[in-house]
C-alpha cells in the first residue's frame, strides 16, 4: 500500500486562498513527477498540474486554473505544494496528488493529464468553495 497523502484542504470563500500539501514518506518525492488531479462526485478526475523532477523543473496547468493556481516543491521537507487563489465554486472537489514513476519525457509524451499514467494515489483532500 503506496498512497501519497494530501492535506490543506478546507472550507473558504469565493475569492479566498489554500495551499495544499502532498507527501509520501520513504519517497523522495524531487525524483518523480507529481500530479495533481481533482474529482467531483458522479465525474471523472481532472488533471489540474503536474510538475517534473526538480532536476527538469517544468510545470504543466489546465487552462482553466493557469494564472490562480501554483504547483511546486520544497525539497528539505520533502513536500510538494499546490497554491491556490481566487478560488471559485467550480473548484470545488477532493484534490489529490498521484506519484508518476515514468520519466516526464515519457508522461508528457503520452499525455500528463491521463490518470493512467499516475501510480500512486492516495484519499486525496476536500476542498470546498462557499458561494
Known amino acids: 500500500q503506496v498512497q501519497p497523502v494530501e492535506s490543506g484542504g478546507g472550507l473558504v470563500q469565493p475569492g479566498g486562498s489554500l495551499r495544499l500539501s502532498c507527501a509520501l514518506p520513504g519517497f523522495t518525492l524531487e525524483h518523480y513527477a507529481i500530479g495533481w488531479f481533482r474529482q467531483a462526485p458522479g465525474k471523472e478526475r481532472e488533471a489540474v498540474s503536474c510538475i517534473s523532477s526538480s532536476s527538469d523543473g517544468n510545470t504543466y496547468y489546465v487552462d482553466s486554473v493557469r494564472g490562480r493556481f501554483t504547483i511546486s516543491r520544497d525539497n528539505a521537507k520533502n513536500t510538494v505544494y499546490l497554491e491556490m487563489i481566487s478560488l471559485k465554486p467550480d473548484d470545488t472537489d477532493i484534490y489529490y496528488c498521484?506519484?508518476?514513476?515514468?520519466?516526464?519525457?515519457?508522461?508528457?509524451?503520452?499525455?500528463?493529464?491521463?490518470?493512467?499514467?499516475?501510480?500512486?494515489w492516495g484519499r486525496g483532500t476536500q476542498v470546498t468553495d462557499s458561494s
Open positions: 498521484p506519484i508518476s514513476l515514468s520519466s516526464f519525457s515519457g508522461l508528457t509524451a503520452r499525455g500528463w493529464g491521463s490518470a493512467v499514467e499516475y501510480d500512486y
